[in-house]
């Protein structure tokens, strides 16, 4: 008997109709999916980069740099035009967020989004239920 254990991340973020450019004054929309964590919390949040992430002390990593970006995502969403980032997954663990690039955002720049999904009861790294893959956007 084999018995094979793939490490499978059921938090998965895409972008509505593959639009990872985006030019000034338009939007991208993200759906959110973790069947794991129906109604449960999430927040999805954006960095300049990636690599190397926040790595968690269970050795999780959220694909998302704590930079400056991610700072204003998390505690100042809507000064950046993200909208619904922060709120409750469905009953079948799905969300959706717009992101609405603002007029002083700089062409050419990439920038990456992620999302976690969240029980506020436990502790961190416990309170992390999901992590999904990183999303690139590209400002056009």
Do not use: C
């Given at each position: 008997?084999?018995?094979t254990?793939?490490?499978?991340?059921?938090?998965?973020?895409?972008?509505?109709?593959?639009?990872?450019?985006?030019?000034?004054?338009?939007?991208?929309?993200?759906?959110?999916?973790?069947?794991?964590?129906?109604?449960?919390?999430?927040?999805?949040?954006?960095?300049?980069?990636?690599?190397?992430?926040?790595?968690?002390?269970?050795?999780?990593v959220?694909?998302?740099?704590?930079?400056?970006?991610?700072?204003?995502?998390?505690?100042?969403?809507?000064?950046?035009?993200?909208?619904?980032?922060?709120?409750?997954?469905?009953?079948?663990?799905?969300?959706?967020?717009?992101?609405?690039?603002?007029?002083?955002?700089?062409?050419?720049?990439?920038?990456?989004?992620?999302?976690?999904?969240?029980?506020?009861?436990?502790?961190?790294?416990?309170?992390?239920?999901?992590?999904?893959?990183?999303?690139?956007?590209?400002?056009?």
């Open positions: 008997i084999v018995i254990v793939f490490n499978v991340n059921l938090a998965n973020l895409t972008v509505v109709g593959n639009a990872t450019n985006v030019s000034i004054g338009n939007s991208s929309s993200f759906n959110l999916r973790d069947p794991t964590a129906p109604n449960k919390q999430y927040i999805l949040a954006m960095s300049f980069g990636n690599n190397p992430g926040i790595i968690l002390s269970d050795g999780r959220v694909p998302l740099n704590p930079d400056g970006l991610f700072m204003l995502s998390i505690f100042f969403p809507n000064l950046i035009g993200l909208q619904n980032s922060i709120g409750m997954l469905d009953n079948n663990g799905e969300a959706s967020a717009v992101w609405s690039v603002p007029p002083y955002a700089i062409p050419g720049i990439t920038v990456h989004f992620a999302f976690v999904s969240i029980n506020p009861a436990l502790i961190v790294p416990q309170a992390i239920l999901g992590i999904s893959n990183p999303v690139a956007v590209t400002i056009i």
